[in-house]
């Protein structure tokens, strides 16, 4: 069915991501309605605001409400048209009244003439609206075509946006010709792009199809947080994806391999497969670790100079502390390991100041992965601290590291490695100079990074280098059930203490978990007061559906939707990926302050950032996070949710890491089994280049 008419208001905010909305719009054709002619509508649009014009199919569902299956901007009444016109700036109602003349009262006729910058420029002023008039009848006229033909495979508004801001007017054509090239740009992985390419009349064997599934292949291996795969795993995972791809006949991993060996960007090697770059970046990691490691440092620490640090600093250093200050003395790469509240920050201290009292016209440089764990280490040491990112400059493909700049740093302190990625750890290690004193300072039975590899794993399992362990915890009162419980689960005793400050509820369904969820974790907290964690993002208990349920705006509140989620002023979110151009990392977490037409504004620690609505999918809700996410925080109180599946998700270190960011309180909402399960299961260990560079 075909309507004709106008928006009258918007009922659910229209989706950023995916375009999906509802609103009540008055069709000129006669249809059951509400009595006033008014109908209920709901679909995925392009676009859509208050009294836009709009040509609709619809499906009808019942009584007034109708499922939208397309949409155009309607023009071809003068009144839609002078609408349409009254949105490009430049354009007065005179003027559109000019316009509109020699076009029958439609400004889609426009579109059909020969020459219409030769029609617009005979009306007064058309140099101040030309330009912005042709170019948005142009991104509406291209967008609504792509958005019709390529949403049937499932792309969303914001995916098909970026194709249009990066092709103009041959994105169909783009597509069209090589589906697989969705796969890297907009990473909408393999199977999808498999039926569009059917769609689209192409090979089973073509080359782009192999190479695709080869880069599906290892993009997903590096998710799970390795940098390498070995060639029969590899074969395994390309015979399931097969299975499930638009074509039901196998093609052999004999000419998978034959097509990967024309691929620069992969390396197969020892009977692995991994991106080249990941190979050359660990490689880099270790002749750069292993070169600041190969110089002595200037001058020897005696027990006398340890003394008179103790006075200055007006501390009494534990022995196993003072095991840093010695190897100041004799080691240039130093791993300083402890859990939380074992005073990595306090020793961090007095190294520092023991450093400038040996080489006082020497710099000392503080970083952290992200800007809240660089915050913390600030706050701590009360010396200037930052991500590594901006320490070092890190633009990928553009950095100053890429010319070989150096930090100039006599002492370089790294705090959260077990946080650190091999790519960020790459950038870093380079810039460091030969002679400066590197201190990397982490948990080691933390998780380990979002980002893949397993840097600080690797180095500490290495051997090549001189450790400092803190194992004595004087954060909290050695009685404390939260820091006794994180040894009891790291050790697999699932005997754990219960008291004011640990507490465990067990539940049959996650649905009950669901419901105490929302009686515990109403309004909005002060960040660094309470938070909720989630071993997964989907599931009745996974960060998805909880934070669509507690963030959800209330009726006519002001708020952005961006893929089912509602943001609002006031809001915690965190970021999802690493875009040091913009000034955020993986995990760094902020508050909404403003909402504009288009952008939102996030205070992230002492920055404000203005972010367009194209990088609202670099940022969550935060009420409700991964575990993963929580990393290199402290809160007071952390209330952690704990399904039985997927299975594979629980394991102590996990667990460990959830419950060691409370600093007062901790709540363990469990599903059946799954607390035991977590304890009993040791993590899985990642497979990475790294350690056998380090051994060379």
Same mark, same amino acid.
């Given at each position: ?11 659910l905010?229209?989706?950023?991501a995916?375009?999906f ?21 709901e ?18 569902k019942?009584?007034n ?43 889609g ?13 005979k ?20 967008m ?5 033909e ?6 969303e ?15 169909l054509e783009?597509v069209?010709?090589?589906?697989y ?32 599934a ?21 074969i ?19 000419y998978?391999?034959?097509v ?20 050359n ?5 270790a ?10 440092p ?28 010695r190897?100041?003395?004799?080691h ?19 190294a ?45 493909? +553009? *950095?100053?590291? =890429?010319?070989? !700049?150096?930090? @100039? %740093? $006599?002492?370089?302190?790294? &705090? ?24 990397? +300072? *982490?948990?080691? =039975?933390q998780? !380990?990074?979002? @980002? %893949? $590899?397993?840097?600080?794993? &690797? ?11 803190l ?31 640990f ?64 943001f ?27 909402i ?56 102590r ?44």
């Open positions: 069915m075909l309507l004709h008419g106008k928006v009258i208001r918007i009922l905010p229209r989706d950023e995916d375009g909305t509802i609103f009540s719009y008055i069709p000129e054709e006669l249809v059951e309605s509400d009595g006033r002619n008014q109908i209920v509508c679909g995925k649009l392009p676009l859509v605001a208050p009294e836009m014009p709009l040509e609709l199919e619809v499906d009808h019942k009584g409400r109708y499922l939208v299956k397309s949409s155009r901007i309607c023009t071809s009444r003068k009144s839609y048209s002078l609408y349409y016109l009254n949105t490009v700036k430049g354009i007065s109602g005179k003027t559109a009244n000019r316009i509109l003349s020699g076009l029958d009262g439609d400004i006729n426009l579109k059909t003439m020969e020459d219409p910058e030769g029609y617009l420029k009306i007064p002023g058309s140099s101040r609206f030309m330009a912005p008039l042709l170019e948005q009848m142009r991104y509406i006229t291209q609504e075509e792509l958005f019709m390529l949403s049937q495979f499932g792309l508004f914001i995916e098909i946006d970026k194709l249009l801001r990066k092709y103009k007017g041959d994105a783009k069209r010709e090589n589906p090239r969705l796969c890297r740009e907009l990473k909408i992985g393999f199977v999808r792009a498999d039926y569009m390419a059917r769609y689209y009349k192409g090979s089973m064997y073509a080359p782009e199809r192999l190479k695709a080869a880069w599906e292949l290892i993009r997903a291996n590096e998710e799970r947080g390795n940098t390498r795969i070995r060639i029969k795993e590899l395994r995972l390309y015979n399931r994806l097969l299975k499930q791809s638009a074509w039901p006949w196998a093609v052999s991993p004999v998978l391999f034959a990967m060996h024309t691929m620069l960007e992969i390396r197969i090697e020892d009977g692995y497969v991994s991106y080249n770059l990941r190979y970046q660990e490689r880099e990691i002749r750069n670790i292993l070169r600041l490691d190969s110089t002595a200037g001058q020897l620490v005696s027990e006398e100079q340890i003394s008179d640090l103790e006075s200055a600093m007006g501390i009494e250093y534990l022995d196993s502390q003072k095991e840093l200050f190897a100041m003395g004799s240039n790469v130093i791993l300083l390991c402890g859990k939380p509240g074992t005073g990595k920050t306090t020793i961090i201290q007095g520092i100041h023991l450093f400038h009292a040996l080489y006082p016209d020497r710099k000392v440089s503080l970083c952290a992965p992200t800007a809240r764990a660089a915050q913390v280490l600030k706050d701590a040491t009360g010396h200037p601290a930052s991500t590594i990112h901006v320490l070092a400059n890190i633009t990928p493909g +553009s *950095g100053l590291n =890429d010319y070989g !700049e150096k930090l @100039g %740093c $006599g002492l370089l302190v790294v &705090d959260e490695m077990s946080m650190v990625d091999v790519e960020t750890f790459y950038y870093l290690a380079k810039a460091v100079d030969t002679g400066c004193q590197v201190i990397l +300072s *982490g948990d080691p =039975d998780l !380990e990074s979002v @980002g %893949c $590899g397993s840097v600080f794993r &690797d180095l500490l399992e290495s051997g090549k280098f001189c450790r400092v362990n194992s004595y915890v004087l954060r909290q009162d050695q009685g404390s059930s939260i820091i006794r419980n994180c040894a009891n689960i790291l050790s697999g005793d699932s005997d754990l203490i219960m008291d004011d400050s507490r465990c509820i067990h539940f049959q369904t996650e649905e009950e978990a669901a419901k105490t969820v929302g009686l515990l974790c109403k309004g909005n907290k002060p960040i660094g007061k309470e938070q909720v964690l989630s071993i997964t993002k989907v599931g009745r208990i996974g960060t998805n559906m909880l934070n669509q349920e507690l963030e959800k705006a209330a009726p006519g509140q002001e708020c952005i939707r961006f893929h089912g989620f509602d609002k002023v006031g809001d915690k979110v965190v970021f999802s990926i690493n875009n040091y151009a913009m000034g955020y990392c993986n995990g760094d977490i902020g508050m909404v302050k403003s504009g037409v288009s952008h939102i504004e996030v205070q992230l620690a002492d920055q404000l950032l203005r972010l367009d609505k194209r990088f609202m999918e670099d940022i969550l809700p935060a009420k409700v996070m991964t575990i993963h996410k929580s990393q290199g925080s402290e809160v007071e109180e952390v209330l952690i949710l704990l399904p039985e599946h997927p299975a594979s998700l629980l394991n270190n996990l667990l460990n890491t959830a419950v060691s960011r409370a600093k007062a309180r901790v709540t363990v909402l469990s599903i059946g089994n799954a607390l035991e399960m977590a304890i009993e299961k040791k993590p899985d260990r990642r497979d990475t280049w790294l350690p056998a560079f380090l051994r060379v």
